[in-house]
């Protein structure tokens, strides 16, 4: 395909995940209220007596409200996405590999949700001992973290599957991958402490030490070799 042919593809892709995001994002506006209840459950059972959240300003419940549905709606479309990325680079893939596609975008979605459910029921109970305040920026910041680490796995395997990355590769890079982790930990959590970098690391962690088992499992076999035919 021609440049051009390939971008009116990623065109098409772009606008159908799109498309499903911004109908997710309707439903999810419309039970907005009982998400929010939902995403300050874990700060009301931390604090019964005191999980009062107030706006500060004339529009900011109404930004809020936008928000909440828009992080739900990004867990809620993410099988569509992943399967609309997935459909892109199909075409240079093998076809062996092109029957993947529902495979990856169930387990690139399961991970996903995965991170932030760990995040959800794990980490905000802990964190939210040093995070009482701009909690909503928090949760979203962190629900988003988690969910888009825990893809490593699923990244992992579809390198390993193209040949990009080997089980060796990520073996003889894993203290400079941790040295990473723990930059990247700092990065993504919203706060100076220790205790909220360590809880994202750690899994992030294990997380890279099962995506070498991934590598490893999925490795493309090396061609054979083929045999020099002999001058009679």
Do not use: N
Request: hydrophobic fraction near 60%; charged fraction near 10%.
């Amino acid at each position: 395909m021609p440049l051009t042919a390939h971008l009116e593809e990623l065109r098409w892709r772009i606008v159908r995940a799109f498309l499903a995001l911004g109908l997710a994002f309707g439903v999810c506006y419309y039970f907005a209220e009982a998400l929010f209840v939902f995403l300050i459950r874990p700060l009301a059972a931390l604090r019964p007596d005191q999980a009062l959240i107030i706006g500060t300003g004339v529009t900011e419940a109404f930004f809020t409200k936008l928000k909440v549905s828009f992080i739900a709606a990004l867990f809620a479309a993410s099988p569509i996405v992943f399967f609309q990325a997935w459909r892109f680079v199909a075409p240079g893939l093998y076809e062996s590999e092109k029957r993947l596609a529902l495979p990856f975008a169930v387990a690139a979605s399961f991970f996903f949700v995965l991170g932030a459910s760990f995040c959800y029921w794990l980490v905000f109970p802990v964190g939210f001992r040093f995070f009482l305040s701009e909690y909503l920026s928090f949760a979203s910041r962190m629900l988003l973290a988690f969910g888009v680490t825990f893809e490593l796995p699923v990244v992992t395997f579809f390198l390993a599957r193209l040949g990009v990355v080997t089980h060796r590769t990520l073996l003889g890079t894993w203290r400079y991958a941790t040295v990473v982790i723990f930059v990247v930990a700092a990065m993504l959590t919203p706060g100076p402490d220790v205790a909220s970098q360590l809880l994202m690391a750690t899994p992030l962690l294990v997380l890279y030490w099962l995506s070498i088992g991934v590598a490893w499992l999925v490795a493309r076999p090396a061609p054979a070799a083929v045999p020099a035919r002999s001058e009679g």
